[in-house]
T-cell receptor
Framework: AQKVTQAQTEISVVEKEDVTLDCVYETRDTTYYLFWYKQPPSGELVFLIRRNSFDEQNEISGRYSWNFQKSTSSFNFTITASQVVDSAVYFCALSGYTGRRALTFGSGTRLQVQP | EPEVTQTPSHQVTQMGQEVILRCVPISNHLYFYWYRQILGQKVEFLVSFYNNEISEKSEIFDDRFSVERPDGSNFTLKIRSTKLEDSAMYFC??????????????FGAGSRLTVL
């Protein structure tokens, strides 16, 4: 069975602080995909990144960076110099590469960035 | 940018009634999905649909639930005999291609269902 754990329920930071959102996953699949989605107050789910399990290179996109460590089954997300517009709920998710392709979501981390 | 559109944005219904939630996926996408999110909780998979049939479904997707792609553009979720616990935000999603490994789901803005 697949499982995604986001232990941080809520994080509050002050604008311009860096913040890391943790994600730990469990799967029996040898190949799989990991995702981060953002849910702003308006409610939609916005895709941020997809990572496949055989590519452990970290990725940076502007103020966002992702650290994938297969050895610890973690896929952490860092926002550098946070801004008020980053305030949202962030979901980590996992899917199989073949077979079951449905996304298994974590419970989400609510990030509040204070001005 | 192409988007997934959902209607209605909010539906209120009495327990026991039937509801239909509608979605227009991105036009060249081949896989279609419904997920739901009970208020304040995680997003949960309901069903995936490909080539006019269900490819996967979860335990939540019991025999009160059904999906249909009636006309090649719309993708609907029907819930019969609604229960209070069906109250949730229902998200439709679509993705381009399973075998290429793309599997990036584009979600709609959601339809909030309130069962009274």
């Amino acid at each position: 069975a697949q499982k995604v754990t986001q232990a941080q329920t809520e994080i509050s930071v002050v604008e311009k602080e860096d913040v890391t959102l943790d994600c730990v996953y469990e799967t029996r699949d040898t190949t799989y995909y990991l995702f981060w989605y953002k849910q702003p107050p308006s409610g939609e789910l916005v895709f941020l990144i997809r990572r496949n399990s055989f590519d452990e290179q970290n990725e940076i996109s502007g103020r966002y960076s992702w650290n994938f460590q297969k050895s610890t089954s973690s896929f952490n997300f860092t926002i550098t110099a946070s801004q008020v517009v980053d305030s949202a709920v962030y979901f980590c998710a996992l899917s199989g590469y073949t077979g079951r392709r449905a996304l298994t979501f974590g419970s989400g981390t609510r990030l509040q960035v204070q001005p | 940018e192409p988007e997934v559109t959902q209607t209605p944005s909010h539906q209120v219904t009495q327990m026991g009634q039937e509801v239909i939630l509608r979605c227009v996926p991105i036009s060249n996408h081949l896989y279609f999905y419904w997920y739901r999110q009970i208020l304040g909780q995680k997003v949960e998979f309901l069903v995936s649909f490909y080539n006019n049939e269900i490819s996967e479904k979860s335990e939540i997707f019991d025999d009160r639930f059904s999906v249909e792609r009636p006309d090649g553009s719309n993708f609907t979720l029907k819930i019969r005999s609604t229960k209070l616990e069906d109250s949730a935000m229902y998200f439709c999603a679509s993705s381009l291609d399973r075998d290429s490994g793309a599997n990036v789901l584009t979600f709609g803005a959601g339809s909030r269902l309130t069962v009274l």
